[in-house]
């Protein structure tokens, strides 16, 4: 069982940044894709930027040159930076793992922009 560890969501002004944190139970390296997910109230979870291992990293229209998805090997650690963050960002955000056949998830950090 794989355990996920977000942090780093908060609230903040538009134009803003955040830095979005996943810590992970076991090596990154046991990991076949990665990912950032988001979901808004009364919206459907969807896709912020994932990769399949050292594949160039995909993104969701919305987030094309403002957020990146990175990564410490020797952390075990999966980031997002969010740059010029605006209002429609707002969500819960959510890392996800796949160690085929398996998906793991981890809790969700609140991300708030707002004046």
């Known amino acids: 069982q794989v355990q996920l560890v977000e942090s780093g969501g908060g609230l903040v002004q538009p134009g803003g940044s955040l830095r979005l944190s996943c810590a992970a139970s076991?090596?990154?390296?046991?990991?076949?894709?990665m990912g950032w997910y988001r979901q808004a109230p009364g919206n459907q979870r969807e896709l912020v930027a994932a990769?399949?291992?050292?594949?160039?990293?995909n993104y969701a229209d919305a987030v094309k040159g403002r957020f990146t998805i990175s990564r410490n090997n020797a952390k075990n650690t999966m980031y997002l930076e969010m740059n010029n963050l605006k209002p429609e960002d707002t969500a819960v955000y959510y890392c996800?793992?796949?160690?085929?056949?398996?998906?793991?998830w981890g809790q969700g950090t609140q991300v708030t922009v707002s004046s």
């Open positions: 990769r399949t291992g050292d594949s160039t990293p």
């Open positions: 076991e090596s990154i390296f046991r990991f076949s894709a």
């Open positions: 996800r793992v796949t160690i085929a056949p398996y998906d793991y």
